[in-house]
């Protein structure tokens, strides 16, 4: 990208996640994509994971400046990570959108079916929204620190190739990385979601003062275990896959289906009931 007077011209890129600004993660995917342009963060003041694509309509939303001993802009936000896009499409980047959109590192997985519950997916599909390329960054490690080499060597390949060649508008990236050193990774994957659920259990427990509460637990099935061609597949495989991802939630196939129920016999019935 070239300004006007010739000179290259480093790409805005806005990051942000659902874990908080004081994630491990978020500090890992700054350093990611620090050497690709000039970075703008906006994320959470607290962790928000499985908020999916909520918005703050009830709460005043504060924007609040954070000091940094780097040249990076870091911003927290006392909203969901879709009103830190938001927020920051808004009141930040007003003359010009961010030329990417990064969320991450997730500390934990958004493959298969995660995804529709991943606030960190959301903050990606939100950019994704505005037109900007977006990428979502999950690690399947749920530690406070874990080790973020492959997901920082293999996502900037990832960015570059996001930043020169683009995205189709109204779809993003879900970039999941296992839990293994940089040495041991095999490679990247460019695959297609794996069919699964999570199977919900409520545990039934009393406080102390004889109320009932219910804790949350479950499992993930599932639905398509000898698939070869699956993120769930080639994460086990020790791949870090890559998903497109589109806006679009419409089932194509369905849509020509329904049609043949022919609605056009309600709108007979009445006109013959009126005559």
Same mark, same amino acid.
């Given at each position: 990208?070239?300004?006007?007077?010739?000179?290259?011209?480093?790409?805005?890129?806005?990051?942000?996640?659902?874990?908080?600004?004081?994630?491990?993660?978020?500090?890992?995917?700054?350093?990611?994509?620090?050497?690709?342009?000039?970075? #703008?963060?906006?994320?959470?003041?607290?962790?928000?994971?499985?908020?999916?694509?909520?918005?703050?309509? *009830?709460?005043?939303?504060?924007?609040?400046?954070?000091?940094?001993?780097?040249?990076?802009?870091?911003?927290?936000?006392?909203?969901?990570?879709?009103?830190? #896009?938001?927020?920051?499409?808004?009141?930040?980047?007003?003359? *010009?959108?961010?030329?990417?959109? #990064?969320?991450?590192?997730?500390?934990?997985?958004?493959?298969?079916?995660?995804?529709? /519950?991943?606030?960190?997916?959301?903050?990606?599909?939100?950019?994704?929204?505005?037109?900007?390329?977006?990428?979502?960054?999950?690690?399947?490690?749920?530690?406070?620190?874990?080790?973020?080499?492959?997901?920082?060597?293999?996502?900037?390949?990832?960015?570059?190739?996001?930043?020169?060649?683009?995205?189709?508008?109204?779809?993003?990236?879900?970039?999941?990385?296992?839990?293994?050193?940089?040495?041991?990774?095999?490679?990247? *994957?460019?695959?297609?979601?794996?069919?699964?659920?999570?199977?919900?259990?409520?545990?039934?427990?009393?406080?102390?003062?004889?109320?009932?509460? /219910?804790?949350?637990?479950?499992?993930?099935?599932?639905?398509?275990?000898?698939?070869?061609?699956?993120?769930?597949?080639?994460?086990?495989?020790?791949?870090?896959?890559?998903?497109?991802?589109?806006?679009?939630?419409?089932? /194509?196939?369905?849509?020509?289906?329904?049609?043949?129920?022919?609605?056009?016999?309600?709108?007979?019935?009445?006109?013959? *009931?009126?005559?």
């Amino acid at each position: 990208m070239f300004e006007g007077n010739g000179e290259l011209k480093r790409p805005t890129i806005l990051v942000t996640n659902d874990d908080g600004f004081r994630a491990a993660g978020i500090e890992a995917l700054v350093e990611m994509v620090k050497p690709f342009g000039n970075v #703008v963060v906006v994320a959470p003041e607290e962790g928000h994971s499985g908020m999916s694509h909520a918005i703050t309509i *009830k709460t005043p939303l504060r924007l609040k400046k954070r000091k940094r001993t780097d040249d990076v802009e870091f911003y927290s936000v006392n909203g969901t990570p879709v009103d830190c #896009v938001k927020l920051a499409m808004n009141q930040i980047f007003t003359s *010009k959108l961010p030329d990417l959109v #990064v969320s991450g590192i997730n500390h934990g997985s958004n493959s298969s079916i995660s995804i529709i /519950y991943s606030g960190t997916m959301a903050a990606a599909i939100e950019g994704c929204l505005y037109g900007v390329p977006s990428i979502g960054f999950s690690i399947l490690d749920y530690d406070e620190n874990p080790d973020f080499t492959a997901a920082i060597e293999y996502g900037r390949f990832i960015v570059k190739n996001v930043l020169e060649n683009g995205l189709t508008p109204g779809s993003c990236l879900n970039v999941n990385v296992p839990v293994l050193p940089l040495k041991s990774v095999k490679g990247v *994957k460019v695959t297609r979601q794996n069919k699964g659920t999570w199977r919900e259990e409520f545990e039934k427990r009393t406080d102390p003062r004889g109320v009932d509460y /219910y804790w949350l637990t479950g499992y993930f099935l599932n639905e398509e275990p000898n698939a070869t061609d699956t993120d769930e597949y080639w994460l086990n495989q020790g791949y870090i896959t890559v998903v497109p991802v589109q806006v679009d939630l419409t089932d /194509y196939k369905e849509l020509d289906r329904i049609k043949s129920w022919r609605f056009d016999q309600i709108a007979i019935s009445h006109a013959e *009931k009126n005559k």
